[in-house]
């Protein structure tokens, strides 16, 4: 079997004013509150023009495309090691507690086990860490953002927000920046940008060229799917896949194409597909309310039938993910599918805002088995295994040849 992979939040910051950048063949105004020393970084990020990478090697498999690349942005491998570097060091987080690692986890395809994520000060997030797997091909960043399309924007939420903190850089900028103005970051700033400057703006690009860089496409079903092995998935698995691409279950309606997510663009698409939607998780009012802790897309886009709207992230390592949902309310797999067969939770099934496609369904005990095989199926082994976790990675021992 061959199938064609063309195929197959709110932000609190200080405000300083709206950024504006030519999306989609319109204006579109796009707000974050900055502190004023970070206005000119956002404003140099900005640039929306995207162009397909050609002297990185991305190693995707035959006829994958190529991810879209902002041109101020190039890729690079001496970028993409910079931006390693920086995001397994602690020295990022205002207090030296917190990389960006800590919440991203390897051993966990970049997201971690907790319900929500806890910053560097200890405070609580309100949303479920996603994992950073084939982001460079997202085409909208966050649970619930209409206005994130790029990974250098993204970026700025988790360095600078101040409710919640999560890095706290805020207020301590200088103090951050000199701890990377050291004999071992100097030949990584230079081979990166041509001389050993350290700002932000550089950080931001070489965080973002790393996240760029974690793509996974060496799953069991890649190598049935895509690369003609027949005895890679099991009799299971198979009909587990049968049942996702089905009109029966209607899960490819939302996790489809071949980063199994409907927030995709790459060099081949750059239509702009709607990704968000209610699920029926929640209905306290009877009117589709979510709880005011967090509303989803409603939050950005102040429209009443965005209520409850979240983005269906990729389910690509989707087992290394749990817990599940915006507010990791789903703790397993299993869960997950009770919840879709249910056509929602409790009130949430009535829900007069939740997505048409979600019906409900039955499944046997076999076909609940065979479905839980074919996401398994989706694992990639080595991603994320090639970095160690144990070793300081601030330390001389990360700069020094293998």
């Known amino acids: 079997m061959c199938l064609n992979p063309l195929k197959a939040t709110t932000v609190r910051l200080r405000l300083q004013g709206p950024v504006q950048c030519w ?23 900005s640039a929306c023009q995207e162009a397909p990478e050609q002297t990185y090697d991305w190693r995707l498999p035959a006829g994958f495309p190529q991810p879209l690349v902002p041109q101020d942005n190039p890729m690079t491998a001496a970028k993409v090691d910079l931006g390693k570097a920086l995001f397994f060091s602690q020295d ?27 910053g560097a000060s200890g405070q ?61 970051y100097a030949p990584l700033f230079t081979e990166a940008f041509g001389d050993d400057q350290v700002n932000f703006d550089r950080i931001v690009k070489a965080l973002a060229s790393f996240v760029r860089s974690l793509t996974s496409f060496n799953s069991a079903f890649d190598r049935y799917a895509y690369q003609g092995d027949d005895q890679a ?26 980063n199994f997510t409907q927030s995709s663009q790459h060099q081949n698409q750059r ?33 009443g039938h965005d209520m409850g709207h979240f983005r269906a992230p990729t389910l690509r390592n989707v087992a290394r993910t749990a ?13 997950v599918l009770a919840f879709y067969a249910a056509g929602g939770r409790g009130q949430g099934i009535t829900s007069p805002l939740k997505d048409t496609f979600i019906q409900g369904f039955s499944l046997t ?4 088995q065979d479905l839980l ?24 021992a990360m700069f020094s040849a293998p």
Request: net charge negative; with cysteine; aromatic share 8%.
């Open 23 to 45: 999306l989609k063949s319109k204006w579109m105004r796009v707000t974050v509150v900055l502190p004023c020393s970070l206005s000119a970084l956002l404003l140099c990020l």
């Open 323 to 335: 817990p599940y949902m915006h507010d990791g309310s789903l703790a397993t797999l299993q869960e």
């Open 92 to 118: 990022l987080s205002f207090n030296q507690q917190q990389s960006c690692a800590s919440c991203h986890q390897p051993q966990h395809a970049f997201s971690e086990g907790l319900t929500t994520a806890i």
């Open 233 to 258: 998935l099991s009799a299971s698995a198979i009909r587990g896949m049968d049942l996702f691409f089905s009109e029966r279950l209607e899960c490819f309606h939302c996790h489809g194409g071949f």
């Open 271 to 303: 239509l702009d597909l709607r990704p968000f939607h209610n699920t029926g998780l929640y209905n306290d009012d009877g009117q589709g309310a979510y709880p005011q802790r967090d509303q989803g897309l409603i939050e950005v886009t102040l429209q």
């Open 365 to 368: 005990v076999e076909e609940q």
């Open 124 to 184: 609580k997030l309100r949303r479920n860490t996603l994992a950073l797997v084939n982001v460079a091909y997202n085409s909208t960043l966050t649970w619930a953002h209409s206005g994130l399309t790029r990974i250098e924007q993204q970026i700025l939420i988790p360095m600078f927000n101040e409710d919640p903190i999560e890095l706290g850089i805020t207020g301590h900028e200088s103090a951050v920046l000199a701890r990377f103005q050291t004999p071992q």
């Open 373 to 396: 095989n074919f996401l398994e199926s989706l694992t990639d082994e080595q991603f994320g295994q090639s970095f160690d976790t144990e070793k300081p990675l601030n330390s001389d």
